[in-house]
């Protein structure tokens, strides 16, 4: 209850921050909150606005989607293997700190200008992100618990199912709630060009437009897309790692 109400009176003092900037410096670049808020609520009613998050919405969570069916598998065998871990290993260290954005457009060449060529290079940016914190988290269990498993007759799948996945589960949360706002980030870029939907498309369309109302309204929606992807990550995690938390 006190974590809602902490948060409600930050956003108040955001909001607050917001419009004595905008009375200061009296621009059209910066209208008042409640001026976007009347237009994102008809924005909403026409219908356009939500079209676009629901498009970004889907982008996002394919993605994120994706890189996690890939990265919590592999990060945890690389993790909990160490003949695994010896050979991929190389291949992470050299390949994670690539600026995979610079691949978009290589990734359109292959899987053209659609959903696919998006969703792809959101999985692929967040794939990694999740991987290394997976494979580290596993790396850190101690093999006591392994010993213990063993003793009693367990098979290595249900080591990975009853002590490396659960002793892994709250960084993989950790991790995945990182790359949410990784995946909100990389969703602009990949919408600001060669679409004619999205939030990022309608955030570069009122900016050439100079329609500044518009594009805060933009702006405003894609960070409430990340804010409610988090909430309902957070409120997972409560639910499903409740050893972790302390509040």
């Keep these: 209850m006190n974590r809602k109400r902490d948060t409600v009176f930050a956003a108040l003092i955001l909001l607050a921050i917001w419009q004595g900037a905008a009375l200061l ?4 670049a910066l209208p008042e909150p409640w001026i976007v808020a009347r237009d994102m ?7 356009n606005l939500f079209d676009d998050l629901a498009i970004s919405s889907i982008r996002a969570l394919l993605g994120l989607a994706l890189a996690l069916a890939a990265a919590v598998p592999l990060g945890l065998v690389i993790g909990a293997e160490e003949p695994v871990r010896k050979r991929l290993s190389p291949f992470i260290y ?10 978009l457009p290589l990734i359109i060449i292959l899987f053209g200008i659609g959903n696919l060529s998006k969703i792809f290079l959101i999985a692929l940016i967040v794939f990694f992100q999740i ?4 494979r580290d988290a596993a790396k850190g269990i101690n093999r006591n618990y392994y010993y213990s498993m063993l003793t009693l007759g367990a098979s290595r799948l249900q080591i990975y199912r009853h002590v490396i996945l659960p002793a892994s589960l709250p960084k993989i949360l950790t991790a995945l709630r990182i790359s949410i706002g990784t995946s909100v980030a990389i969703l602009f870029f990949v919408e600001s060009f060669a679409t004619t ?3 990022g498309y309608r955030i570069m369309d009122s900016w050439g437009r100079a329609d500044y109302v518009a594009l805060y309204t933009g702006i405003c929606c894609m960070a409430l897309l990340g804010f409610s992807l988090y909430i309902v990550l957070d409120r997972l995690e409560q639910r499903i790692c409740r050893w972790t938390r302390n509040d």
Excluded: E, N
Aim: hydrophobic share 55%.
């Design 25 to 28: 410096l009296d621009s059209i």
């Design 41 to 47: 609520v008809a924005a909403f009613r026409d219908g």
């Design 131 to 134: 991987l290394v914190t997976t």
């Design 94 to 103: 050299l390949l994670y700190p690539i600026p995979h954005v610079v691949l």
């Design 197 to 199: 939907k999205g939030l």
